[in-house]
T-cell receptor, first 110, second 113 residues
């Protein structure tokens, strides 16, 4: 089955800096890659996604890149703010289901 | 999304008890999922269903069963609960067309003593 590895497990940045989270996947059949943000005690919420026919997608301060050949994709957050502090999960969708990475705890210090 | 409702939100019970977690949705989605979340392990898929007559095991289905009573309802049962099933459980839904994002409920925090 699919295997998704996510790094780093924790990331600490100063407000205004950029943050990058990287994921790799194993199944070449995976064709959809969402990113979720989970605040403490809350449900995971979709923040951005990318499909396999696209290399990059941006939404305001958030961007995602996908390299199908290398089977890796990344989340980029620019101009980080304290409210960006949360756990972020990448996921790969293939063969009808999502496989999640282990999560990255992002802390943005004011 | 308030459109995916899980009950109960919290449950404390004892080893050996039968427990049912319920999920209902008003999004009109065909696909429903149950996940388990443990610290440091992300979200792991327990069972999923693409329609009322379709049930599939996920990566950690042992010790769990499910029932898809209607398009809008998908319940998860622990027949004889054990302490290592203590976790946060999420239900999710998605549209059946092509790859679509999943929408999560608020979760059920389950503690088994």
């Amino acid at each position: 089955g699919e295997n998704v590895e996510q790094h780093p497990s924790t990331l600490s940045v100063q407000e205004g800096d950029s943050a990058v989270i990287k994921c790799t996947y194993s199944d070449s059949a995976s064709n959809y890659f969402p990113w979720y943000k989970q605040e403490l005690g809350k449900r995971p919420q979709l923040i951005i996604d990318i499909r396999s026919n696209v290399g990059e997608k941006k939404d305001q301060r958030i961007a995602v890149t996908l390299n199908k050949t290398a089977k890796h994709f990344s989340l980029h957050i620019t101009e980080t703010q304290p409210e960006d502090s949360a756990v972020y999960f990448c996921a790969a969708h293939g063969r009808g289901k999502l496989t999640f990475g282990q999560g990255t705890i992002l802390t943005v210090h004011p | 999304d308030a459109d995916v409702t899980q009950t109960p939100r919290n449950r404390i019970t004892k080893t050996g008890k039968r427990i049912m977690l319920e999920c209902s949705q008003t999004k009109g989605h065909d696909r429903m999922y149950w996940y388990r979340q443990d610290p440091g392990l992300g979200l792991r898929l327990i069972y999923y269903s693409f329609d009322v007559k379709d049930i599939n095991k996920g990566e950690i289905s042992d010790g769990y069963s499910v029932s898809r009573q209607a398009q809008a309802k998908f319940s998860l049962s622990l027949e004889s609960a054990i302490p290592n099933q203590t976790a946060l459980y999420f239900c999710a839904t998605s549209d059946g067309t092509y790859s679509q994002p999943q929408h999560f409920g608020d979760g059920t925090r389950l503690s088994i003593l």
